[in-house]
């Protein structure tokens, strides 16, 4: 097989830019360096193409070492045909392989393998050849044997359909077919085995839905109903048309003495051996599809969340609720320093209201707080209230913003929270994270694992190892797209970025802290374990905002530096201009903008012998002044009022922001403590497959209100605005 050809087509691309792709890949090289940095080798495939292919490529590449196993296997047998060799190497998925080798593979003790050893595999033979002129009683009397267990004819007829039976189960043809018409014509039931027992499963209770029509949510669904032993689940195949087509393949002689024979057997390996098989592995195909959708919506949901634009420059203060233990209070000041923390006790029991609002007032006096970040978990509620009623009572422009505070439990109780706050209890560090999280939402989200943020459905069913690696990938591509200040990042932060280790990470850091600020990047050579390669993986993406060269504050990479700065001099500056050319608004910035705008860019890219999607990454860098890919985002909404679901009513317009987006519809929070549910026919006028086609996490959205029942929680909504 010719893997590079293969992905090629799939990706539709060319075979030079796979070809180049697999070998950065094989020398190393990371996805978000191979994106930005080799876009001329790859001829720009995106960070997203370079993932589906890395993943296709590890694919096919165990995809022909299990042949090239398979193939020594059974030639060590003394089986191999050229057939057969030809058909294993031109299978194009796993399952055509192992449906190949079956027959050859070493078995466990089966019913086959005793009649074989029965010495019944002459008669098996003899049944499949439909030739017999005289009752199969009297042949099989040949077979009887006290020594060999065989005592009766019957005994000796039953052990040959057992090898028969074993052999139509074993054809890989028939395999193919059964497990095709299955998919395309089976049903999956459900049956719930206590239908008067309620659960969140009774859409399940007496389900059926072809196969080939079942969304993954459903499937996941239907999954975790039956691992927690509500729903019994099952598929239900064409079977008639089944044993049809086995009988049409098998019988070839209607020959009345072996005809009943092999039609019984033809129903025994179907029912006994075949359509167990093909019934697991169409549910694992089925799982394993929605799983892959489900993951690919997390991994999206995931990058919107982290893209979220920081809101800089303001002293926050973070508020962790709850009732008992009081809501826990850190002021972090515009460099996510910690600058104070408090315990109050606003809620129920202690309803210490008045006493709360005191030292609140205290805090915003002192600290100039100019924004509240409120965890939206338990008493968050009532902890809104009092921040309502207290914003009235200051003649001080402060706001609130509800955040999203899945995870900060699991990072407070992280050795990494002990680390970064050894004298804070969990509730303290919980609170520094929900301010963290709305001044820079990337930077503080990092240090959470991706399946504990909690943007997804049904992240605890799935292959952990699959959707672990998917968001891994997910939050380097937009640590790297972003790029972090390597005089201010964590270690957290750092170990994301293209080539460097959680060892190197540290080693940073520890570097940092003995030597005092980077004052160019070439130093991260003298990072313990920092080697030239990974130096190169790295260096583009670690930013120096007022180091020795100014270019060390762009994302231009140091092995393009010498072709930049004759760049620069040839638009007619020099390189201490940098800074006031990406400066919005200067003269200088205005001015290169003209002068770029004229340039040969064809011409340039050779003088300077480099690509010419690199001259313009470089000019493009070189222009923006300092821009952060999350400007584009939509920015978070800011409240000064509260909302309750008793104040909703039909036909009311909001605005709210989409907090997760699944198979079905999406959650809108509009600012009730229960987000709202916009079905995927009420999200636009066109027919859209699935919702991420028209919104993602993090959108500012309006909607209007369909429906309200506060006895179940629940609010439908619509983008569909109708005026009233």
């Known amino acids: 097989m010719d893997i590079s050809e293969v992905i090629a087509k799939e990706l539709s691309v060319k075979k030079t830019q796979v070809e180049a792709a697999v070998k950065l890949i094989d020398e190393g090289c990371t996805i978000p360096f191979i994106a930005r940095y080799r876009k001329e080798a790859t001829g720009a495939l995106n960070d997203e193409q370079l993932r589906t292919l890395g993943e296709r490529l590890e694919y096919l590449r165990n995809l022909e070492e299990k042949k090239a196993q398979v193939l020594s296997s059974i030639e060590e047998q003394g089986q191999l045909t050229d057939e057969l060799k030809a058909k294993i190497i031109a299978a194009e998925t796993v399952t055509a392989v192992?449906?190949?080798?079956?027959?050859?593979?070493?078995?466990?003790?089966?019913?086959?393998?005793?009649?074989?050893?029965?010495?019944?595999?002459?008669?098996?033979?003899?049944?499949?050849?439909?030739?017999?002129?005289?009752?199969?009683?009297?042949?099989?009397?040949?077979?009887?044997?006290?020594?060999?267990?065989?005592?009766?004819?019957?005994?000796?007829?039953?052990?040959?359909?057992?090898?028969?039976?074993?052999?139509?189960?074993?054809?890989?043809?028939?395999?193919?077919?059964?497990?095709?018409?299955?998919?395309?014509?089976?049903?999956?039931?459900?049956?719930?085995?206590?239908?008067?027992?309620?659960?969140?499963?009774?859409?399940?209770?007496?389900?059926?839905?072809?196969?080939?029509?079942?969304?993954?949510?459903?499937?996941?669904?239907?999954?975790?109903?039956?691992?927690?032993?509500?729903?019994?689940?099952?598929?239900?195949?064409?079977?008639?048309?089944?044993?049809?087509?086995?009988?049409?393949?098998?019988?070839?002689?209607?020959?009345?003495?072996?005809?009943?024979?092999?039609?019984?057997?033809?129903?025994?390996?179907?029912?006994?051996?075949?359509?167990?098989?093909?019934?697991?592995?169409?549910?694992?195909?089925?799982?394993?599809?929605?799983?892959?959708?489900?993951?690919?919506?997390?991994?999206?949901?995931?990058?919107?969340?982290?893209?979220?634009?920081?809101?800089?420059?303001?002293?926050?203060?973070?508020?962790?609720?709850?009732?008992?233990?009081?809501?826990?209070?850190?002021?972090?000041?515009?460099?996510?320093?910690?600058?104070?923390?408090?315990?109050?006790?606003?809620?129920a029991p202690q309803f210490k209201v008045n006493e709360a609002k005191a030292e609140l007032k205290k805090l915003i006096g002192k600290y100039n707080v100019e924004l509240i970040s409120v965890g939206n978990g338990t008493a968050s509620r009532e902890s809104e209230a009092v921040i309502v009623e207290l914003l009235k009572e200051i003649n001080k422009p402060v706001q609130y913003i509800i955040v999203n505070e899945a995870g900060a439990s699991v990072y407070s109780a992280s050795k990494l929270a002990t680390e970064e706050f050894p004298n804070f209890d969990v509730g303290q560090r919980s609170a520094a994270s929900i301010a963290r999280r709305l001044q820079d939402p990337l930077a503080e989200l990092v240090k959470i694992d991706p399946k504990s943020i909690g943007v997804g459905q049904y992240q605890h069913d799935m292959n952990q190892k699959k959707l672990g690696e998917t968001l891994g990938g997910v939050v380097e591509d937009c640590v790297n797209s972003v790029g972090v200040d390597l005089n201010t990042a964590s270690v957290s932060l750092l170990e994301y970025i293209s080539g460097i280790s959680k060892t190197i990470a540290k080693n940073i850091v520890e570097y940092r802290e003995a030597n005092g600020k980077f004052t160019s990047r070439a130093q991260l050579l003298k990072v313990p374990k920092l080697g030239p390669k990974a130096y190169e993986q790295?260096?583009?993406?670690?930013?120096?905002?007022?180091?020795?060269?100014?270019?060390?504050?762009?994302?231009?990479?140091?092995?393009?530096?010498?072709?930049?700065?004759?760049?620069?001099?040839?638009?007619?500056?020099?390189?201490?201009?940098?800074?006031?050319?990406?400066?919005?608004?200067?003269?200088?910035?205005?001015?290169?903008?003209?002068?770029?705008?004229?340039?040969?860019?064809?011409?340039?890219?050779?003088?300077?012998?480099?690509?010419?999607?690199?001259?313009?990454?470089?000019?493009?860098?070189?222009?923006?002044?300092?821009?952060?890919?999350?400007?584009?985002?939509?920015?978070?909404?800011?409240?000064?009022?509260?909302?309750?679901?008793?104040?909703?009513?039909?036909?009311?317009?909001?605005?709210?922001?989409?907090?997760?987006?699944?198979?079905?519809?999406?959650?809108?929070?509009?600012?009730?403590?229960?987000?709202?549910?916009?079905?995927?026919?009420?999200?636009?006028?066109?027919y859209i497959k699935h919702p991420l086609e028209a919104v993602s996490v993090g959108d500012v959205v309006d909607v209007q209100v369909m429906s309200v029942e506060p006895a179940k929680k629940r609010i439908a909504l619509t983008m569909k605005i109708q005026k009233q």
Not at 602 to 623: C, F, N, V, Y
């Open 98 to 347: 192992d449906d190949l080798y079956r027959p050859y593979r070493p078995k466990r003790k089966t019913r086959a393998s005793v009649a074989k050893e029965k010495g019944l595999g002459p008669l098996a033979l003899y049944i499949r050849l439909q030739n017999a002129k005289e009752p199969l009683e009297k042949t099989a009397e040949e077979y009887v044997s006290e020594e060999k267990e065989v005592k009766t004819p019957q005994d000796a007829i039953a052990g040959a359909m057992d090898i028969i039976a074993e052999e139509i189960s074993d054809d890989a043809d028939y395999r193919t077919y059964i497990r095709d018409i299955t998919a395309k014509q089976g049903n999956l039931i459900s049956e719930a085995k206590d239908d008067k027992a309620e659960s969140v499963y009774e859409n399940y209770y007496h389900f059926s839905e072809p196969v080939a029509k079942m969304a993954g949510h459903r499937v996941l669904a239907v999954n975790r109903g039956e691992a927690e032993k509500i729903l019994g689940v099952t598929i239900e195949a064409p079977v008639e048309q089944i044993i049809r087509y086995l009988e049409k393949q098998i019988i070839v002689n209607d020959n009345p003495i072996t005809t009943p024979i092999l039609k019984e057997t033809i129903e025994d390996s179907y029912n006994r051996l075949i359509a167990p098989s093909i019934e697991r592995e169409i549910r694992n195909m089925l799982t394993e599809k929605a799983e892959d959708g489900a993951i690919s919506v997390f991994g999206k949901n995931l990058r919107q969340l982290l893209m979220q634009p920081p809101i800089a420059g303001k002293v926050v203060l973070g508020w962790d609720p709850a009732f008992r233990t009081g809501c826990k209070l850190a002021i972090v000041d515009p460099t996510g320093k910690v600058l104070d923390t408090k315990v109050i006790y606003p809620t």
């Open 538 to 686: 790295c260096a583009g993406f670690m930013r120096i905002l007022d180091g020795k060269n100014p270019l060390d504050a762009t994302s231009v990479h140091p092995e393009s530096y010498k072709a930049a700065e004759e760049l620069i001099k040839k638009l007619g500056f020099d390189k201490s201009q940098i800074v006031n050319i990406r400066k919005a608004g200067t003269n200088e910035n205005a001015m290169f903008k003209l002068m770029a705008s004229k340039l040969d860019k064809a011409k340039t890219a050779k003088e300077l012998e480099i690509g010419e999607l690199t001259l313009k990454d470089i000019l493009k860098e070189l222009e923006k002044p300092a821009r952060d890919p999350r400007e584009d985002m939509p920015k978070p909404i800011l409240r000064s009022d509260i909302l309750e679901m008793k104040d909703l009513k039909p036909g009311m317009i909001l605005k709210g922001t989409v907090r997760n987006v699944i198979d079905f519809g999406v959650f809108v929070d509009i600012g009730v403590h229960q987000d709202g549910l916009v079905h995927i026919s009420q999200i636009c006028d066109r």
